[in-house]
């Protein structure tokens, strides 16, 4: 099935002058115009399964919805999913909607009233625990394809581009464990979806090497830095013993990096440190910091990839999964 | 002259409903709505100058455009920028451009045809040096009010909120100098407006205080930790002395404390270091940085009050200036 790019190359015009033939859009010359039409009928183009007619109701534009920008992780897939819109031919916004779910919804009918094409939603923290609270997103997906950034969601018009967050944190606990270390303190910031997922990679590793899941090692705690820091500076006081963590966020890592600074404990030696997103701070703290990196680049390019794809009437499936890589760097010491 | 605000506390009702009456939305009743529309009458209000006829044009919508969403100082303003919007009972949308002139100026169309109440611009690296590239911009405001973030343009309906990023690296080099530091190195990244204003403090406080300025002492570089590290490094080796640093980013100050502890140099003693943004970075490196705190929060609050100012009719100052403060940690030792 031939689609937007064949026609472009065909037609020996650029992909944004075939989607202005297709938007009817007066800026085409006619010459050019009955050219790419041409060589549509000849390839028998059907255009964007989304277009009701020909085209007339493409706006090449993609509304993006996430929680927080200033999330590091957000703000960078945010930034990739805008560049490989731009590379397809798309115009983009986004909508920081923030936690509450009144908010989501009325953000996201505000998408649908600016005429998008399709929509992606960033962040397992859009997805509210309770499915009934995400009949929304259904509803919107019957008007146009919703792509869920690291969040599954079941439904018509629903696709979704993850990262294993689970494979990933039970590989390097698994790793930690062959490098002789018993005690793992486990750091998590949130019971979304992919902190959850995160969670029970956690688990599923020691399970397999035999170690009993010691509760007093699983902390919920908010993502700060300091807070971190005095958590674990305060749990070592009063007792509890640990050789290795892992952290759910970047900023929980740095704090334990402080921490065992302030107890005496050396890095890696006495404590391994592992932190998740690889964000800029991993480069930071001294020394610099092992993390997973769950390929945001990657993420964001196949995210859009796929979204494109259904606009042009191919078939996806529901959901992509990208493995994470982890990044070594001085906190950690594996054999 | 009465406001949204008067309106709303008079009659007894939200913000959101007065606006919904102003909108001609269905949802308020009939009873609500004349009430609404009686109140509006005994005060003498005139809805925003912006909307034609009774607010039927107004969407209660703000259109942001930043450049890169993955800066983390832009990250956290378009973050505020929402928070504020929404309390202000706006919403708001976010278009991120990245560099290019073109670009800039189809979402800035884009943003248009979405009817919008107002624009905000966010970031020094909107504007294009050239004043005849930014025309687009007067051309826009001619639409709707359009309010600069961190930069400066001057026109019929625009507006802008700047902090004074002349006047904090000024301050802080004349600190460094009152305690004894006689080679001060400066770093920055860009010469957009901001970061010319940021290099003339530097400049001006050497001045004020007879020391020549050293072309040698200033760098230009890419805003990267481990590029600032090595170059550091290099001078160093190659004979250049330096006794502190002033960066125009956070990112710069992180690498120049690498380079430190690489030529074996302690920090503060041997050398001073300030970054800018105050950014979570500051917080990640051992020492902890000293940086400029921009008030990002303070800036895009104010950014928000001076546009719904505008929206109500209000007359506001064409520029409005932030100061910045100085947060002290472990990389400097002022006197």
Redo the contacts between chains.
């Keep these: 099935m031939p689609n937007i790019y064949d026609i472009s190359e065909r037609s020996g015009v650029s992909i944004a002058t075939v989607s202005r033939v297709l938007n009817g859009s007066p800026k085409v010359s006619e010459a050019t115009k009955n050219k790419v039409l041409a060589v549509m009928d000849e390839l028998g183009y059907t255009p964007n399964v989304f277009a009701r007619g020909l085209g007339l109701n493409t706006m090449n ?1 993609v ?1 993006i919805m996430c929680s ?3 999330d ?1 992780f957000l ?2 897939a ?3 999913l ?2 490989n819109l ?1 590379k397809h031919g798309y ?6 909607t ?1 936690y509450e779910l009144q ?1 989501k919804k ?2 996201l009918e ?2 649908l009233t ?1 005429r998008v094409d399709g929509l992606i939603l960033v962040g397992s923290s859009l997805l509210e625990p309770n499915d009934e609270d995400n009949l929304y997103i259904k509803e919107a997906a019957s008007h146009v394809p919703v792509m869920l950034m690291n969040g599954v969601l079941k439904g018509a018009g629903i696709y979704s581009v993850v990262c294993d967050d689970c494979g990933a944190v039970s590989s390097v606990t698994e790793r930690l464990i062959k490098s002789g270390r018993k005690r793992i303190l486990y750091l998590y910031t949130a019971e979304s979806g992919s902190g959850l997922q995160k969670l029970k990679g956690y688990k599923e590793a020691l399970k397999a090497n035999g170690i009993k899941c010691d509760k007093d090692l699983i902390r919920l705690l908010p993502c700060d ?2 807070n971190t820091r005095h958590l674990l500076s305060g749990l070592y006081t009063s007792g509890l013993r640990f050789d290795a963590v892992v952290c759910s966020e970047d ?1 929980l890592a ?1 704090g334990a990096i ?1 921490a065992a ?1 302030d107890m005496g404990l050396s890095i890696p030696g006495d404590l391994q440190v592992v932190g998740y997103n690889n964000s ?2 991993a ?4 020394p610099e910091l092992t993390s997973i990196d769950n390929h945001v680049e990657t993420l964001s390019a196949t995210a859009v990839k796929c979204l494109t794809d259904v606009f042009q009437g191919k078939r996806i499936p529901a959901k992509t999964i990208i493995q994470n890589a982890l990044v070594q760097r001085e906190t950690t010491r594996f054999q």
């Design positions: 534009t509304g927080d920008s200033s590091p703000a960078n945010v930034y990739y805008e560049q731009r115009d983009s916004f986004l909508c920081c923030g908010n009325n953000y505000l998408i600016k830095i300091e900023r740095v402080k600074k800029l701070l480069l930071c703290t001294d």
